[in-house]
């Protein structure tokens, strides 16, 4: 389990579970439900995992029926960073009728996707046992979901690459092409850039990377390496910048490719 992790404060992410709410709720609410369930009828339900992994989600989740009923009860079972086993009771729930159902499929997509976010990190962080390389996500999240996404790779036991944009400079083959070569494109960022904000390049090969290390640059992204020219990049920097792994990195083959050296692997 990952208890370590603090929550995220409700702020970040009370928008983004207003706003699916509104999405599934449409124009006239929850028609089927209105017309079935008296107003006042009380019910409850449990929030169940159907399979082992990570809980991530979870108070996503909730927020959904706190915010359709200001009044319901929760008990929670097992919090965000557990792991939990097929059958395990996450939560347990008692209020309106209606909005229990209204609520119920926002708060599950929540839950599953970012459970699952969180069980999959957790599983590469495990194929790492023993080495020192860490394991980091990448923008590649579903739009509307960064946070919440990143949050969850974080219960996995994983960090971030960048949040955004604007937390990092990474200086990809593109911004070095149209700057005219990688010394343009750094000179440029360290012109801009305030003192505090981290500066990585990528490259793709091993004469990129010799160039890389006369920069002012703090990490270095290699880019779709095999995994003989990682060792080989490990060996040439000697420590000197931090080297990221990125790239056609799976499951299968995370374990080869931190045995490399590199410092981090994102995927």
């Not at 509104?22 to 369930?37: H, M, P, Y």
């Not at 949040?163 to 801009?192: Q, W």
């Amino acid at each position: 389990m990952n208890r370590s992790v603090p929550p995220l404060p409700v702020l970040l992410y009370e928008d983004i579970v207003r706003r699916a709410l509104a999405e599934d709720l449409g124009r006239a609410g929850d028609i089927t439900s209105d017309a079935i369930i008296p107003d006042a009828f009380i019910a409850s339900g449990d929030l169940v995992a159907r399979e082992n992994g990570r809980v991530a989600g979870l108070d996503a989740a909730l927020l959904a029926f706190r915010l359709l009923d200001p009044a319901v009860e929760i008990d929670v079972r097992c919090a965000d960073g557990h792991d939990a086993a097929s059958g395990d009771v996450l939560a347990r729930i008692r209020g309106r009728g209606r909005m229990l159902l209204a609520a119920e499929r926002t708060a599950l997509n929540l839950l599953g996707q970012l459970s699952g976010v969180a069980t999959v990190t957790r599983d590469v962080v495990r194929l790492l046992d023993g080495l020192a390389t860490q394991v980091a996500a990448t923008r590649k999240t579903t739009p509307g979901l960064r946070i919440l996404e990143k949050h969850a790779v974080r219960l996995g036991g994983g960090g971030s690459h960048r949040y955004g944009l604007d937390d990092a400079v990474l200086i990809k083959d593109n911004h070095r092409e149209l700057a005219g070569g990688l010394r343009a494109a750094v000179d440029r960022v360290r012109a801009s850039a305030g003192h505090m904000v981290v500066v990585e390049v990528e490259v793709d090969t091993l004469e990129q990377l010799d160039e890389a290390l006369t920069l002012r640059v703090d990490v270095v992204l290699l880019d779709n390496m095999p995994v003989s020219t990682l060792r080989e990049a490990v060996r040439r920097t000697n420590k000197r910048v931090v080297l990221e792994a990125s790239g056609g990195i799976t499951p299968a083959n995370v374990r080869a490719i931190a045995e490399t050296g590199v410092d981090v692997v994102s995927l």
